[in-house]
């Protein structure tokens, strides 16, 4: 059974870049859609973006200027990177699996890590 | 609009059927998918397919689609249950996740 978890700091300053990883255990990544996904305190799911193991990526449009993901093979690992953050990035941060297609379904996900921005 | 719109919150009583609508305009072309999340847990997945279940979530639940809604049903709520649903698909170019603004079931 495949798992996720994400890895990265809980706090970052305003202005600066959000960094986070998600390691991949029990399975290749060398295959499917890694997805990043958030979820401000007391509020609902946002998509971020995708990756395919091959360096394709899908973005969310809202996000797309800020937003880099990247995946590592080698590593079994996926990254995301959130630049010129505000408060309003805070949130829980997700890793999940996309089967069957980019659009879905997420059939694992990492536990979640919560990120705050604030100076 | 391709974006999904849920009901903010449904109760039943336990033993009743709740039923969830997610309304959007890309759905005739592209497949619901839907998620249980309950407080400080990450998103399980329910339904996918707009209809199929995956292995291990109980037979109550299950999904329909009619045109640009869907809709989950659990039937015999139990307390259990209680918790957030989301529905999720993509836009109508399929390139772009998308997901509703979730739907919180209170089991009274």
């Known amino acids: 059974q495949v798992q996720l978890q994400e890895s990265g700091p809980g706090l970052v300053k305003p202005s600066e870049t959000l960094s986070l990883t998600c390691t991949v255990s029990?399975?290749?990544?060398?295959?499917?859609?890694w997805n990043w996904i958030r979820q401000p305190p007391g509020k609902g799911l946002e998509w971020i973006g995708n990756?395919?193991?091959?360096?394709?990526?899908n973005y969310n449009p809202s996000l797309k200027s800020r937003v880099t993901i990247s995946v590592d093979t080698s590593k079994n690992q996926f990254s995301l990177s959130l630049t010129s953050v505000t408060a309003a990035d805070t949130a829980v941060y997700f890793c999940?699996?996309?089967?069957?297609?980019?659009?879905?379904?997420?059939?694992?996900w990492g536990q979640g890590t919560l990120v705050t921005v604030s100076s | 609009s391709d974006a999904l719109t849920q009901p903010p919150s449904v109760s039943v009583s336990p033993g009743q059927t709740a039923r969830i609508s997610c309304s959007g305009g890309a759905l005739p072309k592209q497949y619901a998918y839907w998620y249980q999340q309950k407080p400080g847990q990450a998103p399980v997945l329910v339904i996918y397919?707009?209809?199929e279940r995956p292995s291990g979530i109980p037979e109550r639940f299950s999904g329909s689609s009619s045109g640009t809604a869907v809709t989950l049903t659990i039937s015999g709520v139990q307390a259990e249950d209680e918790a957030d649903y989301y529905c999720?698909?993509?836009?109508?170019?399929?390139?772009?996740?998308?997901f509703g603004g979730g739907t919180k079931l209170t089991v009274l």
């Open positions: 999720q698909s993509a836009d109508s170019g399929g390139s772009n996740v998308i």
């Open positions: 999940a699996r996309a089967t069957t297609t980019k659009r879905g379904p997420l059939d694992s």
């Open positions: 990756i395919y193991y091959s360096g394709t990526t």
């Open positions: 029990g399975g290749s990544i060398s295959t499917y859609y």
């Open positions: 397919k707009d209809s």
